[in-house]
Nanobody
Framework: QVQLIESGGGLVQAGGSLRLSCAAS????????MGWFRQAPGKERDFVGA????????LYADSVKGRFTISRDNARNTVYLQMNSLKPEDTAVYYC?????????????????WGQGTQVTVSS
């Protein structure tokens, strides 16, 4: 099993920045990719981005490209989501997730492990 704990959410004004963290524990060696998803009230859970533990290659949703950056610290088994130029439409609960697969990373069903989520609210 893999346990994921997110932190860093909060309230920020439009145009501001936040950095989310996701600390992984347990059988982290069984995972190869860490993903970030978000879910706004009444909407489906959407893919934000993902990063490979090995090599650090990243993938982003079009809606966040150029504003969000995912990084990782392998020694700490932690991934980060740096969010800049935040917009009110970025308001959501943000989840990190882990998977061993390397394809279709935008699909939430490819991730068997999930954190509890952290709320991000962007005021206009």
């Amino acid at each position: 099993q893999v346990q994921l704990i997110e932190s860093g959410g909060g309230l920020v004004q439009a145009g501001g920045s936040l950095r989310l963290s996701c600390a992984a524990s347990g059988r982290t060696s069984s995972t190869r990719v860490m993903g970030w998803f978000r879910q706004a009230p009444g909407k489906e859970r959407d893919f934000v981005g993902a990063i490979r533990w090995t090599g650090g290659s990243t993938l982003y949703a079009d809606s966040v490209k150029g504003r969000f950056t995912i990084s990782r610290d392998n020694a700490r088994n932690t991934v980060y989501l740096q969010m800049n130029s935040l917009k009110p439409e970025d308001t959501a609960v943000y989840y990190c997730a882990a998977t061993a697969v390397l394809v279709e990373l935008g699909l939430s069903e490819k991730y068997p492990y999930w954190g509890q989520g952290t709320q991000v609210t962007v005021s206009s």
